[in-house]
């Protein structure tokens, strides 16, 4: 083990260097009227400079994100959470319970929709035919403001397998595995923070798995760790387990991850490398704060194509006003090259995924890429975000401030995505305006410049995105919020033209079947008794190629304040 061996390669202070500005915008005329941009100047400003001197209007959506903490929002953009009468009574959580087909290892049907059903009698998970005559429940027993969520970022394996799956309460539930159309079996009570902060995660292969068990609170803490748990994906074996875990990385074989240790004050002033070989575990290096009166209060890990490990970390310290963040590589002998570091206005935080690390995929032209992130000072969950070219250590700057994470408590705009083979991340950028945009990024060639789609008015989001899985196209919903009008879009990332193809009043769930043909999507419905409205939501699948669309579920019959909600949650077949 070496205890913090640094080689000082490259330190700079990051974003007061001027990166070389890419071409002016290219604009077009978008389908719907609008327009958007094929190019975006990268700013040759520090995300510092940036994001220094925030409004009046972000430092009240800083505060209110930041309150939504605690207060806990029971709903997400990429999850489906129960949908009661605005008068219903709050309830406690709820540890679901399996439905007796749960305890069959038989497949439920061929296809279908995995399904959160919702009432203000109590909320289930089914699997719903694609004609919509067939309705299989295979959680029961959920609260009814409980929340089922497909869970991490690549929520399936490469095969479409298997399902990782969170179901049961809005912070508390329990975390399932579900192989192709067959019933979930349950693998362990978890936090609903795990699939927030990518802390669940398959291997490449699918014949491992991997999570964060984190304590009750977690998002309530400084940062979150918990204890890392490696099972294998078919017998649940255990194979390791790993405490105060903050960020992990899971592969073919083995697994990379970064423990926090605090001293007698509580603090955070020591993080542990450790590096897991499918057979047995060692701590590689120590790091400590680099400076005094300094503790860790983020990390995040990832192990590159070439098989070094970079690190993220993000420390406060006394005195001094900004959050500070620094990017190391580690080598697989314990060597630690410190490669950059600045200091950035906003705070690394529990409840928000501000810190993320990702690759261009092996083999393409950007293949030494590495790309991160950090908080901007705006939003609890906006980011900058840079990307470093390994080979020779340069740092540019991608987006100087508001390219929108994931928060606890969810957020109008959708969350990011990649595409299933990790050339494209789509996501959103927002404004103090509230002008909102899609991004949709090549990481796999720095030379092709971003596509850039507005989400139509000011103040209109863009509230649910998916690629598809052939990886041609961005589908997603954009428009009104909440039950407003909007539209579902799907973007060509060959040509960058966009095209509608459904109006509605889309919510912010969106999921693609495997053919890349149709799509399951809720839309936000409402009906009026008296004096009183009540919303609910209906499952409908909308054809991407011929604009049409069917009817999977819509409670139609039952009296309004006990209308039933259905939220798609994942495309099943069987394998």
Do not use: K
Request: net charge negative; charged share 15%.
């Amino acid at each position: 083990m070496a205890r913090f061996l640094l080689v000082v390669a490259a330190v700079s202070v990051l974003f007061s260097t001027a990166c070389a500005p890419s071409p002016a915008p290219t604009v077009t005329p978008r389908a719907d009227g609008g327009q958007h941009s094929t190019m975006q100047n990268v700013s040759t400003s520090s995300m510092l400079d940036a994001a220094a001197q925030p409004s009046a209007a972000e430092q009240s959506a800083s505060s209110s994100d930041s309150a939504a903490a605690a207060a806990v929002v029971a709903d997400t953009a990429a999850d489906a959470v129960a949908q009661t009468a605005p008068d219903s009574a709050a309830t406690h959580e709820a540890t679901p319970d399996s439905a007796a087909a749960s305890n069959s290892s038989a497949s439920v049907m061929g296809e279908g929709v995995l399904t959160f059903i919702s009432s203000p009698a109590g909320s289930e998970v089914s699997l719903i035919s694609l004609d919509g005559t067939n309705i299989t429940p295979l959680i029961t027993g959920l609260d009814r403001n409980g929340r089922a969520a497909a869970c991490g970022d690549h929520s399936t394996t490469r095969d479409g397998r298997y399902l990782a799956l969170y179901a049961g309460g809005v912070e508390s539930g329990r975390l399932y595995l579900m192989d192709g159309t067959n019933p979930p079996t349950a693998v362990a009570d978890a936090e609903y923070l795990a699939c927030v902060m990518n802390a669940v995660q398959f291997s490449d292969d699918g014949a491992r798995f991997a999570y964060i068990a984190y304590p009750a609170g977690s998002t309530r803490e400084a940062y979150a760790a918990g204890r890392l748990n490696v099972i294998e994906t078919e017998s649940r074996a255990s194979l390791l387990t790993l405490d105060n875990v903050v960020a992990f990385d899971l592969t073919d074989t083995g697994a990379v991850s970064i423990s926090l240790y605090r001293n007698s004050e509580g603090e955070a002033d020591e993080a542990a490398v450790n590096l897991w070989d499918g057979a047995s575990e060692r701590e590689i290096a120590t790091l400590v704060p680099t400076q005094e009166n300094c503790r860790f209060m983020s990390a995040q890990i990832e192990q590159a194509p070439d098989g070094s490990i970079v690190l993220v970390m993000g420390q406060r310290c006394d005195n001094i006003t900004e959050m500070q963040w620094q990017f190391y590589l580690v080598g697989t002998d314990g060597t630690v090259n410190l490669v950059s570091s600045d200091r950035q206005p906003g705070d690394f935080v529990a409840f928000a995924r501000n810190n993320n690390l990702f690759f261009a995929p092996a083999g393409s032209p950007a293949g030494s890429i590495a790309y991160f992130t950090v908080p901007d000072g705006l939003t609890a969950n906006t980011v900058a975000l840079a990307a470093v070219d390994l080979s020779n250590l340069s740092i540019s700057v991608i987006i100087d401030r508001q390219a929108v994470f994931p928060t606890f408590s969810g957020a109008s705009n959708a969350e990011p995505r990649l595409s299933p083979n990790e050339r494209w991340l789509g996501l959103v950028t927002t404004s103090p305006n509230n002008d909102n945009s899609l991004f949709a990024l090549d990481l796999s060639d720095r030379a092709n410049p971003p596509i850039i789609i507005s989400a139509g008015a000011r103040g209109d989001s863009i509230s649910s995105l998916a690629f598809t899985p052939d990886n041609s196209r961005i589908v997603y919903t954009a428009g009104g919020a909440e039950g407003a009008d909007n539209s579902v879009f799907q973007l060509d990332l060959a040509n960058g033209t966009e095209s509608r193809v459904r109006r509605g009043t889309f919510g912010r769930s969106l999921v693609v079947s495997p053919d890349s043909v149709n799509v399951a999507l809720n839309e936000i419905l409402s009906v009026t008794e008296g004096s009183r409205t009540f919303t609910y939501n209906a499952t409908r699948l909308v054809n991407l190629i011929t604009n049409t669309e069917t009817n999977l579920f819509e409670d139609t019959t039952s009296p309004p304040d006990q209308r039933r909600s259905a939220i798609p949650i994942a495309w099943r077949t069987t394998p």
